[in-house]
């Protein structure tokens, strides 16, 4: 079975939708990265969660760490444009920075 | 705002060939990492290196590869005889420490081996 698994794969949202994507790790977390790639582009770092019940927010797009489920999950509030892209999580299954990724969920946004 | 840089962004060469990437640090992060995302394809762990040794590698990081950071600025991942297999888009990342919170990647430096 897959270490790291996100969903959905892909969403199609209209334009100040709200969505949420989630990723889900069957082995213990010692941290939980999010980014976001733009098609054959490199990662843009968008947070990192460590602590169970964490939660971050950076302008309209909020992070929740459930330390217990080994689950994390992205939440984008009023969807615009520009939040279309490839949103990877990552996550730190060995207290290293060697990040195991998850498949991504490829994210439209319709006007 | 600092970033990772790495060149270059794009290299075509033979199999076989030796094919060098490049990557420039975030100026006080001090553990380096290159990833490579084969297209249609996860993101995958390849290689760590802190204090001028690699300190994790994965199992896709065989004998054909090498890192080094010669010059104490240019943090480098050599593949000695590219295979067709090694078409793919290499990520440099850096961190300023362990459980930081951070860890930034390049742009990436997509190989095309023919």
């Known amino acids: 079975s897959q270490e790291l698994e996100q969903s959905p794969q892909s969403l199609i949202v209209q334009e100040g939708k709200n969505l949420t994507i989630n990723c889900t790790s069957s082995k213990t977390l010692y941290g939980l990265y999010w980014y976001k790639q733009k098609y054959g582009e490199g990662l843009i770092f968008l947070m990192m969660?460590?602590?169970?019940?964490e939660e971050k927010s950076h302008e309209k797009i909020t992070a929740k760490l459930d330390e217990k489920k080994q689950q994390s999950s992205l939440h984008i509030t009023a969807s615009q444009p520009s939040h279309a892209g490839i949103y990877l999580c990552?996550?730190?299954?060995?207290?290293?920075?060697?990040?195991?990724f998850g498949g991504g969920t490829r994210l439209m946004v319709k006007p | 705002e600092p970033e990772v840089t790495q060149t270059p962004s794009h290299q075509v060469t033979q199999m076989g060939q030796e094919v060098i990437l490049r990557c420039v640090p975030i100026s006080n992060h001090l553990y380096f990492y290159w990833y490579r995302q084969i297209l249609g394809q996860k993101v995958e762990f390849l290689v760590s290196f802190y204090n001028n040794e690699i300190s994790e590698k994965s199992e896709i990081f065989d004998d054909q590869f090498s890192v080094e950071r010669p010059d104490g600025s240019n943090f480098t991942l050599k593949i000695r005889s590219t295979k067709l297999e090694d078409s793919a888009m290499y990520f440099c990342?850096?961190?300023?420490?362990?459980?930081?919170?951070?860890?930034?990647f390049g742009e990436g430096s997509r190989l095309t081996v023919l």
């Open positions: 990342a850096t961190a300023r420490g362990l459980n930081t919170g951070e860890l930034f």
């Open positions: 969660l460590q602590k169970g019940g």
């Open positions: 990552g996550a730190d299954l060995n207290a290293g920075n060697m990040l195991t």
